[in-house]
């Protein structure tokens, strides 16, 4: 019966990994395996039409792991987004992290159980991360030992399975913060705050284990334990940043208040069975370490007040709770005796650590442990640090007088020895130290010792006679409750308490409304109260919302779902024919299919070949939109969906949309869009920056046209159009231009004395960021806890191929084809005769000389990109493109162009140009231009140096004046110099064979 059952659910796992089209459907696919396991929520039931047949009681480390991975790797990249907005995604959630309702229930802990292990074995995407964040606050550490110990399997297999499962929690801030990267990365997975978190749920286990402790609960813990240690959440500093997590700095005010409470010493005892069941002494250290670090800081490390000895005797009994009476036979001694003598901790410390050895109040006086340390402290002594010093006489002071260890340590060589170093000592702060010693170890013993002079404030003085009068008494002696007005006041978190804090939160909001909407006692900022009107109020937004949503006013009316796949999404673009009924929802797809496109296609990158399978499609439908329903935001969206599927799939896309700029049926927005497209997509690829610094505002005064005069909406609407369809490519192009002149202008100064010896005297800054070497790269990306990534395409790899290349050719194309177009119409007359305008043709070549830029790095650039683009500047700046010949023949540029476009494409043609140059110096000095392709490289420069001499005769260019003409003479003015830059290089090698 739980065959059939198993085979049930692999049925639900077969069509959960098929497109889904009905949330219905996918809704009681959901269902049935939730309520065979008793994790369904009521409010779900009524979708569970076909639940499954067969036993409850279903083994769910088997039948989960392939549910939750069709769901993290299915299922959620493309429904998550519809689930949450109709209210479902809890439902999809209840298979990592089951509700408050289901907490307690067995099967709830074997879920989560296996979501961490399916979660952290896939690739993080931002659902599983969200998932993990919510286990981390829901499912705390308790919870997960209380899911691993149930059940009745034998004790080595629930041990296997708590290892899984710390190794899975310990793993996850460090996976997840690789898998985000630069993006912001959950609260609750930050290190301080997980770890944080991790360690009260640990202090809580800890506590209920104690109730009813076995040796498998004390190996349990001894495994988290250790674990905290590896991952680092035992700090040895008490001043520790934000960003640090620490143990005790969580949880020790709550320990605190449980050993206050521990009459029966049991969870005293079983936080020492822990402590001396960890395997390594490391371990063992690092914890005492951290505790001695979180421990109270008394206002004066010498104070003699009642309230700050009694803070000594109760920081000791703390530290006797946790690691148990100190012996040195005890498994504990070694590694808590090198921690005090090894460490140069404040002198409040030797305080707490002598009252911990010496019983800490808990019991007989511990003289054998106590003459232990005395000897070990006694080997150190030749330190020069006060801690020692202060360590050594407070030990002292808790033997009686002329007691045998007392007398034998002042008679013992290594003490007469080490007070010889000591006074002998150049400085007199350490003399001090030596003089004090001898001084109180001799009195101590029953002699008499008194160097003198020591009074002033000089050479340590103070702290020698603040420590002489500490040794007159014991603090073990005081009352360890007498400094409880120092400790911070722990607030309980009772019912009351809740309710007191939310009446005064209550009462402190409505004292500030109070404050912001009373009276104003300004008279004269007072309205006049205007006369009730006879006509009915305005329906407000929130009334209008509420009609909108009446389903009594939109019988008939068919909701038009969010799109999941990437199909439906194309079939809202690209729809054909309305069924009957539905001529009126024409406009409601294509502003559902522009708001969630680019969310969709970005999604759907790294998710199998459905974006490739459908980015033909996609290209195809939103290039040929029109805005014929003046949605808002239109041309914005449009184009970030058009982007998006450029740099998500460049291999489909740009080979469809650039086929498509060179088809007749789009209007010259549409050309706009698809070059936008084809350079940001690119730049993206190319991990460029989409803006560029240099940009200047639309509303500049050297780009303003006529409509400045149209009322502002209007204005503002023409001014964005305008901007978007030619403003971006444009902007970048100036950016990357500039940048190509400067460094021009850099090798050019290299030749003047002046500032070659004003580099030479500049100090380098020595490089912060060494290169990593492939092998490092290789290693460093085996790291544990690292998440393999998918690979992304990068743009020097499609840039020739997939871009460039064809953009070039398809143009060569297009320009043969129109060309046979007018000579067949020659023969007609006025405007019968076809002839081509070069609209767009300035925009062609500024967005192919942004390409040519971002792949500048590709391996084609040099032999095939390079001399291909600057052919087409060349033949383009110094051929007409078109056979009507213009009547005016004293202008410069090709004569066939529309009036008003000759400036514009001989500066992008320029452009081009000076870029292609620029990079060739740049990455092999022109070597390979100048020797292979020697004509085209004294071509450009001979169009270039005619178009720069006839513009310093003053002569005229079609659409020149203002910024165009000072970007024109700039463009030809800096190919001139990288033509001779190129050339001085490497002239006699040259050969000129035209």
């Given at each position: 019966?739980?065959?059939?059952?198993?085979?049930?659910?692999?049925?639900?796992?077969?069509?959960?990994?098929?497109?889904?089209?009905?949330?219905?459907?996918?809704?009681?696919?959901?269902?049935?395996?939730?309520?065979?396991?008793?994790?369904?929520?009521?409010?779900?039931?009524?979708?569970?039409?076909?639940?499954?047949?067969?036993?409850?009681?279903?083994?769910?480390?088997?039948?989960?792991?392939?549910?939750?991975?069709?769901?993290?790797?299915?299922?959620?990249?493309?429904?998550?987004?519809?689930?949450?907005?109709?209210?479902?995604?809890?439902?999809?959630?209840?298979?990592?992290?089951?509700?408050?309702?289901?907490?307690?229930?067995?099967?709830?802990?074997?879920?989560?159980?296996?979501?961490?292990?399916?979660?952290?074995?896939?690739?993080?995407?931002?659902?599983?991360?969200?998932?993990?964040?919510?286990?981390?606050?829901?499912?705390?550490?308790?919870?997960?030992?209380?899911?691993?110990?149930?059940?009745?399997?034998?004790?080595?297999?629930?041990?296997?399975?708590?290892?899984?499962?710390?190794?899975?929690?310990?793993?996850?801030?460090?996976?997840?913060?690789?898998?985000?990267?630069?993006?912001?990365?959950?609260?609750?997975?930050?290190?301080?705050?997980?770890?944080?978190?991790?360690?009260?749920?640990?202090?809580?286990?800890?506590?209920?284990?104690?109730?009813?402790?076995?040796?498998?609960?004390?190996?349990?813990?001894?495994?988290?334990?250790?674990?905290?240690?590896?991952?680092?959440?035992?700090?040895?500093?008490?001043?520790?940043?934000?960003?640090?997590?620490?143990?005790?700095?969580?949880?020790?005010?709550?320990?605190?208040?449980?050993?206050r409470q521990d009459d029966d010493h049991r969870y005293s005892k079983f936080w020492t069975d822990i402590l001396l069941s960890l395997p390594s002494t490391v371990a063992q250290q690092t914890i005492f370490t951290s505790l001695c670090s979180s421990l109270v800081h008394l206002p004066s490390n010498l104070g003699m007040t009642a309230q700050e000895r009694g803070i000594v005797v109760q920081e000791s009994m703390l530290l006797r709770a946790m690691f148990g009476m100190l012996q040195p036979e005890s498994d504990a001694w070694n590694a808590v005796l090198s921690v005090m003598l090894t460490r140069d901790w404040k002198e409040s410390h030797a305080r707490i650590f002598v009252s911990c050895v010496a019983g800490a109040k808990t019991g007989p006086m511990n003289s054998e442990a106590l003459?232990?340390?005395?000897?070990?402290?006694?080997?150190?002594?030749?330190?020069?640090?006060?801690?020692?010093?202060?360590?050594?006489?407070?030990?002292?002071?808790?033997?009686?007088?002329?007691?045998?260890?007392?007398?034998?340590?002042?008679?013992?060589?290594?003490?007469?020895?080490?007070?010889?170093?000591?006074?002998?000592?150049?400085?007199?702060?350490?003399?001090?130290?030596?003089?004090?010693?001898?001084?109180?170890?001799?009195?101590?013993?029953?002699?008499?010792?008194?160097?003198?002079?020591?009074?002033?404030?000089?050479?340590?003085?103070?702290?020698?006679?603040?420590?002489?009068?500490?040794?007159?008494?014991?603090?073990?002696?005081?009352?360890?409750?007498?400094?409880?007005?120092?400790?911070?006041?722990?607030?309980?978190?009772?019912?009351?308490?809740?309710?007191?804090?939310?009446?005064?939160?209550?009462?402190?909001?409505?004292?500030?409304?109070?404050?912001?909407?009373?009276?104003?006692?300004?008279?004269?900022?007072?309205?006049?109260?205007?006369?009730?009107?006879?006509?009915?109020?305005?329906?407000?937004?929130?009334?209008?919302?509420?009609?909108?949503?009446?389903?009594?006013?939109?019988?008939?009316?068919?909701?038009?779902?969010?799109?999941?796949?990437?199909?439906?999404?194309?079939?809202?673009?690209?729809?054909?024919?309305?069924?009957?009924?539905?001529?009126?929802?024409?406009?409601?797809?294509?502003?559902?299919?522009?708001?969630?496109?680019?969310?969709?296609?970005?999604?759907?990158?790294?998710?199998?070949?459905?974006?490739?399978?459908?980015?033909?499609?996609?290209?195809?439908?939103?290039?040929?939109?029109?805005?014929?329903?003046?949605?808002?935001?239109?041309?914005?969206?449009?184009?970030?969906?058009?982007?998006?599927?450029?740099?998500?799939?460049?291999?489909?896309?740009?080979?469809?949309?650039?086929?498509?700029?060179?088809?007749?049926?789009?209007?010259?927005?549409?050309?706009?869009?698809?070059?936008?497209?084809?350079?940001?997509?690119?730049?993206?690829?190319?991990?460029?920056?989409?803006?560029?610094?240099?940009?200047?505002?639309?509303?500049?005064?050297?780009?303003?046209?006529?409509?400045?005069?149209?009322?502002?909406?209007?204005?503002?609407?023409?001014?964005?159009?305008?901007?978007?369809?030619?403003?971006?490519?444009?902007?970048?192009?100036?950016?990357?231009?500039?940048?190509?002149?400067?460094?021009?202008?850099?090798?050019?100064?290299?030749?003047?004395?002046?500032?070659?010896?004003?580099?030479?005297?500049?100090?380098?800054?020595?490089?912060?960021?060494?290169?990593?070497?492939?092998?490092?790269?290789?290693?460093?990306?085996?790291?544990?806890?690292?998440?393999?990534?998918?690979?992304?395409?990068?743009?020097?790899?499609?840039?020739?191929?997939?871009?460039?290349?064809?953009?070039?050719?398809?143009?060569?194309?297009?320009?043969?084809?129109?060309?046979?177009?007018?000579?067949?119409?020659?023969?007609?007359?006025?405007?019968?005769?076809?002839?081509?305008?070069?609209?767009?043709?300035?925009?062609?070549?500024?967005?192919?000389?942004?390409?040519?830029?971002?792949?500048?790095?590709?391996?084609?650039?040099?032999?095939?990109?390079?001399?291909?683009?600057?052919?087409?500047?060349?033949?383009?700046?110094?051929?007409?493109?078109?056979?009507?010949?213009?009547?005016?023949?004293?202008?410069?540029?090709?004569?066939?162009?529309?009036?008003?476009?000759?400036?514009?494409?001989?500066?992008?043609?320029?452009?081009?140009?000076?870029?292609?140059?620029?990079?060739?110096?740049?990455?092999?000095?022109?070597?390979?231009?100048?020797?292979?392709?020697?004509?085209?490289?004294?071509?450009?420069?001979?169009?270039?140096?005619?178009?720069?001499?006839?513009?310093?005769?003053?002569?005229?260019?079609?659409?020149?004046?203002?910024?165009?003409?000072?970007?024109?003479?700039?463009?030809?003015?800096?190919?001139?110099?990288?033509?001779?830059?190129?050339?001085?290089?490497?002239?006699?090698?040259?050969?000129?064979?035209?």
């Open positions: 019966m739980e065959e059939d059952t198993f085979a049930q659910i692999k049925s639900v796992v077969d069509s959960l990994q098929y497109p889904i089209t009905d949330l219905q459907i996918l809704l009681s696919l959901l269902c049935r395996p939730l309520d065979s396991v008793g994790l369904l929520p009521p409010q779900w039931r009524r979708f569970n039409l076909e639940p499954l047949q067969g036993p409850r009681a279903l083994d769910i480390a088997k039948a989960f792991p392939p549910l939750q991975r069709v769901l993290i790797e299915h299922v959620l990249p493309t429904w998550s987004t519809v689930l949450a907005d109709e209210g479902h995604l809890p439902l999809a959630d209840q298979y990592f992290c089951p509700d408050a309702f289901a907490f307690a229930l067995s099967a709830a802990g074997n879920v989560v159980l296996c979501a961490y292990s399916t979660l952290l074995s896939s690739v993080l995407t931002e659902q599983s991360i969200r998932l993990l964040a919510k286990l981390s606050t829901q499912y705390p550490i308790d919870r997960l030992h209380t899911a691993t110990f149930a059940g009745n399997d034998i004790s080595a297999r629930k041990s296997v399975r708590w290892d899984d499962c710390l190794r899975n929690v310990s793993a996850v801030p460090l996976k997840a913060a690789n898998a985000v990267g630069t993006r912001g990365l959950p609260l609750e997975l930050e290190l301080a705050t997980y770890f944080n978190g991790l360690s009260t749920g640990t202090e809580r286990l800890v506590f209920t284990l104690s109730s009813s402790p076995s040796q498998d609960m004390i190996t349990s813990a001894t495994q988290l334990l250790m674990k905290l240690v590896n991952v680092g959440v035992f700090p040895s500093s008490s001043f520790l940043p934000p960003s640090q997590p620490s143990f005790f700095r969580s949880t020790l005010a709550t320990i605190r208040a449980r050993f003459q232990t340390l005395l000897a070990c402290t006694l080997d150190v002594w030749c330190a020069s640090e006060h801690y020692i010093t202060s360590l050594l006489l407070l030990i002292v002071s808790y033997f009686p007088r002329q007691s045998e260890h007392v007398v034998s340590t002042a008679l013992s060589p290594s003490f007469v020895a080490a007070v010889g170093r000591y006074i002998g000592h150049l400085d007199n702060s350490v003399r001090r130290c030596g003089m004090l010693a001898a001084e109180v170890v001799a009195t101590r013993a029953g002699k008499n010792l008194d160097f003198g002079n020591w009074e002033g404030d000089e050479d340590g003085k103070p702290w020698a006679r603040d420590l002489r009068a500490l040794c007159s008494a014991r603090d073990i002696d005081f009352d360890p409750y007498a400094g409880d007005e120092l400790e911070p006041v722990t607030k309980k978190f009772t019912t009351a308490g809740v309710l007191e804090d939310a009446e005064i939160s209550a009462l402190r909001l409505t004292k500030a409304s109070v404050s912001t909407t009373g009276y104003d006692s300004d008279d004269s900022l007072t309205g006049y109260a205007s006369p009730t009107s006879s006509r009915s109020a305005s329906p407000t937004p929130s009334e209008l919302d509420e009609l909108e949503k009446d389903p009594t006013l939109r019988v008939g009316v068919k909701k038009i779902s969010r799109p999941v796949y990437l199909a439906q999404l194309g079939e809202l673009v690209r729809s054909t024919m309305a069924k009957p009924g539905e001529e009126n929802q024409e406009v409601d797809k294509i502003e559902i299919a522009l708001n969630v496109a680019e969310e969709l296609i970005r999604k759907k990158r790294d998710y199998g070949t459905e974006l490739e399978e459908n980015a033909a499609n996609l290209i195809y439908g939103f290039t040929s939109l029109n805005d014929n329903y003046e949605l808002e935001g239109f041309e914005n969206k449009r184009q970030r969906a058009v982007n998006a599927l450029v740099a998500c799939c460049p291999r489909v896309s740009a080979t469809c949309i650039i086929e498509e700029f060179f088809s007749n049926q789009y209007s010259t927005e549409q050309r706009f869009v698809i070059l936008n497209a084809v350079v940001l997509g690119a730049r993206e690829l190319a991990s460029l920056p989409v803006h560029s610094a240099n940009l200047q505002p639309l509303d500049d005064q050297r780009t303003a046209f006529p409509s400045k005069t149209l009322p502002p909406a209007l204005h503002q609407k023409y001014l964005t159009a305008n901007g978007q369809a030619s403003g971006t490519v444009q902007g970048l192009l100036e950016g990357v231009t500039r940048a190509a002149i400067d460094r021009g202008k850099e090798a050019t100064a290299d030749k003047v004395p002046e500032f070659v010896r004003e580099r030479q005297l500049r100090v380098r800054r020595p490089l912060k960021i060494s290169e990593v070497s492939p092998g490092e790269r290789d290693s460093r990306a085996l790291l544990p806890g690292r998440t393999s990534q998918p690979h992304r395409t990068a743009f020097i790899d499609v840039a020739a191929d997939y871009f460039i290349m064809p953009f070039i050719n398809r143009f060569w194309a297009f320009l043969r084809n129109e060309q046979m177009r007018e000579e067949r119409t020659a023969h007609r007359d006025g405007r019968y005769r076809y002839h081509g305008a070069g609209t767009v043709l300035s925009q062609f070549m500024g967005s192919l000389a942004l390409l040519v830029h971002a792949a500048q790095n590709a391996p084609q650039w040099l032999s095939l990109i390079a001399p291909g683009a600057l052919e087409l500047a060349v033949a383009l700046g110094t051929r007409p493109i078109s056979r009507a010949v213009s009547d005016d023949t004293d202008s410069i540029g090709p004569p066939g162009e529309a009036r008003g476009k000759e400036a514009s494409v001989l500066t992008a043609a320029l452009e081009l140009s000076l870029i292609v140059l620029d990079g060739c110096l740049e990455l092999d000095g022109g070597r390979s231009l100048g020797l292979e392709h020697t004509a085209l490289l004294l071509g450009a420069g001979e169009w270039a140096g005619k178009i720069f001499e006839l513009l310093e005769k003053g002569t005229l260019v079609e659409g020149g004046g203002g910024l165009h003409e000072v970007r024109l003479r700039r463009a030809a003015a800096g190919v001139l110099l990288k033509v001779d830059e190129l050339t001085s290089k490497w002239r006699r090698s040259m050969v000129d064979v035209r």
